[in-house]
Nanobody, 127 residues
Framework: QVQLVESGGGLVQAGGSLSLSCAAS????????MGWFRQAPGKEREFVAA????????YSTDSVKGRFTISRDNAKSTVDLRMNSLKPEDTAVYYC????????????????????WGQGTQVTVSS
């Protein structure tokens, strides 16, 4: 059974940076895509960024473009999210997720498309 474990969250001042990492443990792991989502209190879980495991094509939501970078290490089965120029509105619990279905033709951007989820890590940006 593959498990996803996030790390790297914390408290940072506005304008600062944080890096999140998601590691897959268990048997050989080869998802179609990995994504990062976030959920703020009282809000729905929203898409942040995703990366195709083969080829490394990335996609991110408009609100984080130019500030967040998603990357992966296939050999280590990890996916990272580098977050720069953080804003208070980036405060949320961040989740990594895996889409395991290789019949996909596009990088999924909705939570329901992902099959496997981590437990989440809190990111708090103070003003």
């Amino acid at each position: 059974q593959v498990q996803l474990v996030e790390s790297g969250g914390g408290l940072v001042q506005a304008g600062g940076s944080l890096s999140l990492s998601c590691a897959a443990s268990g048997r050989t792991f080869r998802p179609y895509a990995m994504g990062w989502f976030r959920q703020a209190p009282g809000k729905e879980r929203e898409f942040v960024a995703a990366i195709r495991w083969s080829g490394g094509t990335t996609y991110s939501t408009d609100s984080v473009k130019g500030r967040f970078t998603i990357s992966r290490d296939n050999a280590k089965s990890t996916v990272d999210l580098r977050m720069n120029s953080l804003k208070p509105e980036d405060t949320a619990v961040y989740y990594c997720a895996a889409e395991l279905n290789w019949s996909q033709s596009v990088i999924p951007k909705t939570a329901r498309s992902y099959d496997l989820w981590g437990q989440g890590t809190q990111v708090t940006v103070s003003s």
